[in-house]
């Protein structure tokens, strides 16, 4: 069974400067997905970014970042020039190219102060 | 594009009663997954569903839950004689076809059992 472990059940960052989260997975699987979702305190699940394992390359969107080192099963969450707007739940998943469940982390919970 | 609706968004009920829970995909969406969330914990699969199939339910409790996605109106989820441990956030998600397309998600049902 595929594990996603996050590490770091809390984080605070100032305003405008860079947090980077943390997510580790286990699977004997070559070709996967991994994805980064925000909770906010509305409770929605919003998809942030998402990596193929088989593209070396880190997804990039707009301030979001991964550091994708599939060797280590390591996904990290890079949130640059951080906003009030992203204090949320962070929610690293990871799904096969088999599968379609998510198999979730128990997130990390960002504090943004001003 | 109206995205993956849930409703309701807050249900209440009495112990040993009923609670269904409503989820309509995003519009091309064929593929609905259920996702349990208890408090402080990530997501949970439940059960994946294709029109009219169940095409995996290793993630649904053996008693009391079942779910349905028939040909035509919303997928269900449903809890026969709920119990207090029920208590949690529910969340549909909805994907067209494609493998590598993700998994969009709805504000969820918060289900409480009095």
């Known amino acids: 069974a595929q594990t996603v472990t996050q590490s770091q059940p809390e984080m605070s960052v100032q305003e405008a400067e860079t947090v980077t989260l943390s997510c580790t997975y286990d699977?004997?699987?070559?070709?996967?997905?991994l994805f980064w979702y925000k909770q906010p305190p509305s409770r929605q699940m919003i998809l942030v970014i998402r990596?193929?394992?088989?593209?070396?390359q880190n997804a990039t969107e707009n301030r979001f970042s991964v550091n994708f080192q599939k060797a280590a099963k390591s996904f990290s969450l890079k949130i640059s020039d951080s906003q009030l707007g992203d204090a949320a739940m962070y929610f690293c998943?990871?799904?096969?190219?088999?599968?379609?469940?998510?198999?979730f982390g128990k997130g990390t919970s960002l504090l943004v102060t001003p | 594009n109206a995205g993956v609706m849930q409703n309701p968004r807050h249900l209440v009920r009495r112990r040993g009663q009923e609670a269904r829970l409503r989820c309509s995909p995003m519009?091309?969406?064929?593929?609905v997954y259920w996702y349990r969330q208890l408090p402080e914990e990530g997501l949970k699969f439940m059960v994946y569903?294709?029109?009219?199939?169940?095409?995996?339910e290793s993630g649904m409790p053996k008693e009391r839950f079942s779910a349905e996605f028939p040909k035509e109106g919303p997928s269900i989820l449903r809890i026969q004689q709920v119990v207090r441990g029920d208590s949690a956030a529910y969340f549909c998600?909805?994907?067209?076809?494609?493998?590598?397309?993700?998994?969009?998600f709805g504000d969820g049902t918060r289900l409480s059992i009095l």
């Open positions: 519009k091309g969406h064929s593929h």
């Open positions: 990596q193929e394992a088989y593209k070396q």
């Open positions: 998943a990871y799904h096969s190219n088999s599968g379609y469940a998510l198999n």
């Open positions: 699977t004997s699987e070559s070709d996967y997905y």
């Open positions: 569903l294709q029109k009219e199939n169940i095409i995996d």
């Open positions: 998600a909805s994907s067209p076809p494609d493998r590598d397309q993700p998994q969009h």
